[in-house]
């Protein structure tokens, strides 16, 4: 199928009236964006945002040294840490949710039911406080301080996207034609065989794309860290703020542009992936329509 009528399957093609309403509409929406825009800069401009006396002390170098890449830092830590934590458990419950057992499955399911359904802040913010309640605390590991925060941040971002992560891994199994693990069976593998040598790679090339999409949210939601003071990027952006109180709107926005860097970046991976997987999984499909062609073209042939 053509790209075309890829984009056309789902409606009638408009024709020339409905393409002229369409562009018209077009072109008050980008009208209405653009006068938005303009009277937020006005107003941005009246109260001296743009003046760069304002941006001269968020951008300094010993803040830009001391602070945003300490920040940066931090914010990434958490998010690999938060990611193989998530990943993990995200595999553990994924396959506890089509287990053969019962208990497996029940207990898999709880898991994925309530985590998926408390916000991650309450999430962190909890885990947090409770520290300490039952007689054994992270201070008794020698963690305080930013270790002691980075701890809860990572646990609440991995145990909450694990839930995620989990309900990804069971649509894609459940998306995989039953075949293929009944031809397992019938060569006499194990179910966890079956599961491991035939479903999981087949699985993970599939929801790979899936699952990099939600780990550019959980990079987002390392933000979270500040409700527990943990010092990542909106957090320091708001010492600095605190510190230089006319540059406080633009330490915010020199962190949302670096988030924006570290997201963009964590999409155009997941682009890339898709990309590289969709020629893996599209070369046997053509490889296999050619044979066919070319064995069609040979058995149709006549000798003269």
Do not use: C
């Not at 898991?111 to 913010?125: E, G, T």
């Not at 090339?205 to 390392?222: C, E, G, W, Y």
């Amino acid at each position: 199928m053509s790209r075309k009528n890829e984009t056309t399957v789902l409606f009638d093609v408009l024709g020339p009236k409905g393409r002229r309403n369409a562009n018209i509409a077009a072109a008050v929406s980008a009208a209405v964006i653009l006068g938005v825009l303009a009277y937020v800069a006005y107003v941005l401009y009246g109260e001296g945002f743009f003046e760069s006396s304002r941006w001269v002390n968020p951008l300094d170098a010993l803040v830009v040294e001391t602070t945003w890449i300490p920040a940066i830092v931090n914010t990434l830590v958490a998010f690999a840490l938060g990611s193989v934590v998530a990943l993990v458990l995200g595999v553990i419950f994924g396959f506890g949710r089509i287990s053969q057992f019962a208990l497996t499955r029940w207990a898999s399911t709880g898991y994925v039911q309530f985590f998926r359904s408390l916000p991650l802040v309450l999430l962190i913010w909890v885990s947090f406080t409770i520290d300490g309640h039952f007689g054994f605390t992270t201070e008794t590991l020698g963690w305080s301080g930013d270790a002691r925060r980075l701890t809860f941040l990572v646990l609440g971002l991995g145990i909450y996207n694990a839930a995620i992560l989990a309900e990804i891994l069971r649509a894609g199994v459940n998306a995989l034609p039953p075949g293929q693990a009944m031809a397992g069976k019938a060569i006499g593998l194990r179910h966890g065989q079956v599961q491991r040598l035939i479903v999981l790679p087949q699985v993970l090339r599939n929801m790979l794309p899936a699952v990099l999409a939600q780990l550019v949210i959980l990079l987002k939601d390392t933000s979270l860290g500040y409700v527990i003071t943990y010092p990542e990027l909106l957090h320091s952006a708001r010492i600095i703020g605190n510190d230089y109180s006319n540059s406080f709107l633009q330490a915010l926005i020199i962190a949302a542009f670096i988030y924006f860097v570290l997201a963009y970046a964590l999409s155009k991976l997941v682009v890339l992936v898709e990309r590289r997987m969709r020629k893996t999984t599209a070369a046997p499909k053509a490889a296999a329509q050619l044979e066919s062609t070319v064995a069609g073209g040979v058995a149709g042939t006549t000798v003269a």
